[in-house]
C-alpha cells in the first residue's frame, strides 16, 4: 500500500472513486470549463467558464448518521464574474471567459479570490448573510423613503433571521495595465501583493491599488518581427516573497528575483533541458513550448508541462530536469495529424497532490495521468459519464499502439481528441482531485478516505 494514496494490487496503482454523479455545468459553449482552483483548506472548489461565470462548490460536512457523504461538493455559489467587452481603439472584442482563479487565504468569515479573463482582474468578496435589519425610521418597510414630517416616534433598528443568503460582489477592479491576453495569476506569500503575466509582460499589482500596476518583466522587443518567444505562465515562490518563475514557448524557465533590480529584465537561473538532435522534428518548437508552471508546495521544485512531457526541476540545477514523465508519448506519431486539428496548441496544466509525492495531468479522450515521484509508476483513469455512478471504482486504462489489442485497451486511433482534459486541481491536504472535461466536473475520492 501506498501511504495517504490507495490500495497497491498487480493491476492498480490508486483507487479512487466518484464522489457523487457528474456535475453537469451546462449544455453550451460558454458553459465549458476554463479553470478549477480549490481554496487553502479544500473546502470550497472554484470553476471559471467560457461564459464569464464562477460557480463554487463547498464541500458537505460530516453528520452522524451519512459518514459517507464527507467529501461531496454541493453548489455554494454562482455569479457572473465577466462580461463581453469591445475594444474600440483596437476593435477587437475582449471575451468574458475566466482564464484563471486564484484563491486568497481566508482571514475572517468572508472569502476572496481573484478572477481574470483575457484582459481584468477582479478581487471578489463571498461572504454569507443570514439576517436582515428592520425597522428603518427613515425608510418603510418596502425600502422607499417617508416623509419626515410624518416620522413622530423613534424606533431602533432591529436584525431578523432569514434563509441563508450567498453574496458576491466585487471589491476590485484591476485593468487597463495589458495590451496582451493575461495567462497567469499568481498571490505573492505576502498576500499583499499579486502578479498578472501576459504573453510579453508581468505586472506586480497591490491589492488595495487599482489604477497602478508595476512592471516586472517585459521582453517585448522594439521591432516586433524579431519576436522569437512569448511567456506561457508565472508563478510565485510558495514561501519567498521577492522570488518567482515564468515559462516560455521556447521550452525554458526563468527564475527570477525582485531584491536584484526593479525590473526583472535579468533572471537568476535559466532552466533548460538541451534538444537531442535525434529527435529534431518540424514540430519540435511547438511541443517543448510550457503551458503550464508550478512551484512544489515545499518551494525546492518547479514542474512544468509540455505537450507531451510533464518535467521535475530542483531549483538548484539548471541544465536539466531531475524527473521527466511522459504523458502521451504515443501520440509522438500523430502530430501531423495533431497539427492540423490545432490540438497540437492544446495547454494543458499539472498539479502537485499536498505533499508533493503525485503529480496529475490530463490528456485526450477524457484520460488524466498520475505520476507517483517515489515508486516512478503511473495510472491513466478516465473522466466519463459511463462510469460517473457514485462511489463506482476508477479502472485503469491503457492506450494500445499497435499490434494486437488487448480486450481493456483502446487503439491510440480511437482516441476521441474532442475529449481533452485541460483543467484539474487537486486538494491541499487529501487524496480529492477535480477534473474538468469540457462542460462536465469529475470530482474523485481515494477509496482508503
Given at each position: 500500500m501506498i501511504p495517504g494514496i490507495g490500495v497497491l494490487t498487480q493491476d492498480t496503482l490508486w483507487c479512487f472513486s466518484q464522489v457523487k454523479g457528474t456535475i453537469e455545468i451546462g449544455a453550451t459553449e460558454a458553459d465549458i470549463i476554463s479553470t478549477v482552483e480549490f481554496n487553502h483548506t479544500?473546502?470550497?472548489?472554484?470553476?471559471?467558464?467560457?461564459?464569464?461565470?464562477?460557480?463554487?462548490?463547498?464541500?458537505?460536512?460530516?453528520?452522524?448518521?451519512?459518514?459517507?457523504?464527507?467529501?461531496e461538493y454541493n453548489v455554494?455559489?454562482?455569479?457572473?464574474?465577466?462580461?463581453?467587452?469591445?475594444d474600440y481603439l483596437k476593435s477587437l472584442e475582449i471575451e468574458e471567459k475566466i482564464n484563471k482563479i486564484r484563491w486568497l487565504p481566508q482571514q475572517n468569515a468572508?472569502?476572496?479570490?481573484?478572477?481574470?479573463?483575457?484582459?481584468?482582474?477582479?478581487?471578489?468578496?463571498?461572504?454569507?448573510?443570514d439576517k436582515r435589519p428592520e425597522g428603518y425610521n427613515l425608510k418603510d418597510e418596502e425600502g422607499r423613503?417617508?416623509?419626515?414630517?410624518?416620522?413622530?416616534?423613534?424606533?431602533?433598528?432591529?436584525?431578523?433571521?432569514?434563509?441563508?443568503?450567498?453574496?458576491?460582489?466585487?471589491?476590485?477592479v484591476f485593468a487597463n495595465a495589458h495590451t496582451y491576453h493575461i495567462n497567469s495569476i499568481s498571490v505573492n506569500s505576502d498576500y499583499e501583493t499579486y502578479m498578472s503575466a501576459d504573453d510579453?509582460?508581468?505586472?506586480?499589482?497591490?491589492?488595495?491599488?487599482?489604477?497602478?500596476s508595476f512592471n516586472i518583466v517585459d521582453i517585448k522587443p522594439a521591432n516586433m518581427e524579431e519576436l522569437t518567444e512569448v511567456i506561457t505562465a508565472a508563478e510565485f515562490h510558495p514561501h519567498h516573497c521577492n522570488s518567482f518563475v515564468y515559462s516560455s514557448s521556447k521550452g525554458t524557465i526563468r527564475l527570477c528575483d525582485m531584491r536584484a533590480s526593479a525590473l526583472c529584465?535579468?533572471?537568476?537561473?535559466?532552466?533548460?533541458?538541451?534538444?537531442?538532435?535525434?529527435?529534431?522534428?518540424?514540430?519540435?518548437?511547438?511541443?517543448?513550448?510550457?503551458?503550464?508552471?508550478?512551484?512544489?508546495?515545499s518551494g525546492r521544485y518547479i514542474m512544468t508541462r509540455d505537450y507531451l512531457t510533464v518535467k521535475?526541476?530542483?531549483?538548484?540545477?539548471?541544465?536539466?530536469?531531475?524527473?521527466?514523465?511522459q504523458v502521451h508519448d504515443y501520440l509522438r506519431s500523430k502530430l501531423c495529424s495533431l497539427y492540423e486539428n490545432d490540438c497540437i496548441f492544446d495547454k494543458f496544466e499539472c498539479v502537485w497532490n499536498g505533499s508533493?509525492?503525485?503529480i496529475m495531468t490530463g490528456s485526450y479522450n477524457n484520460f488524466f495521468r498520475m505520476f507517483d515521484r517515489n515508486t516512478k509508476r503511473d495510472v491513466t483513469l478516465e473522466a466519463s459519464r459511463e462510469n460517473s455512478k457514485p462511489r463506482a471504482i476508477l479502472k485503469p486504462r491503457k492506450v494500445c499502439v499497435g499490434g494486437k489489442r488487448r480486450k481493456d485497451e483502446i487503439s491510440v486511433d480511437s482516441l476521441d481528441f474532442s475529449k481533452k482534459i485541460l483543467h484539474t486541481a487537486w486538494h491541499p491536504s487529501e487524496n480529492i482531485i477535480a477534473v474538468a472535461a469540457t462542460n462536465n466536473l469529475y470530482i474523485f475520492q481515494d477509496k482508503v478516505n
Open positions: 479544500g473546502e470550497l472548489l472554484a470553476t471559471g467558464d467560457k461564459g464569464g461565470r464562477v460557480v463554487i462548490f463547498q464541500r458537505e460536512q460530516e453528520s452522524k448518521n451519512q459518514v459517507h457523504r464527507r467529501g455554494y455559489s454562482t455569479f457572473q464574474s465577466h462580461e463581453p467587452e469591445f468572508a472569502y476572496f479570490l481573484l478572477s481574470t479573463n483575457d484582459k481584468t482582474v477582479k478581487l471578489w468578496k463571498v461572504s454569507e448573510r423613503l417617508r416623509d419626515p414630517a410624518t416620522i413622530t416616534t423613534l424606533r431602533v433598528p432591529v436584525l431578523r433571521p432569514m434563509d441563508l443568503m450567498v453574496e458576491a460582489t466585487p471589491r476590485r510579453l509582460r508581468i505586472n506586480l499589482w497591490n491589492f488595495e491599488i487599482t489604477n497602478q529584465d535579468r533572471h537568476s537561473k535559466f532552466f533548460e533541458e538541451p534538444e537531442d538532435p535525434s529527435n529534431r522534428s518540424f514540430f519540435s518548437e511547438i511541443i517543448s513550448s510550457i503551458s503550464d508552471v508550478k512551484f512544489s508546495h521535475v526541476w530542483d531549483l538548484n540545477m539548471e541544465n536539466r530536469p531531475i524527473e521527466t514523465y508533493d509525492s503525485v
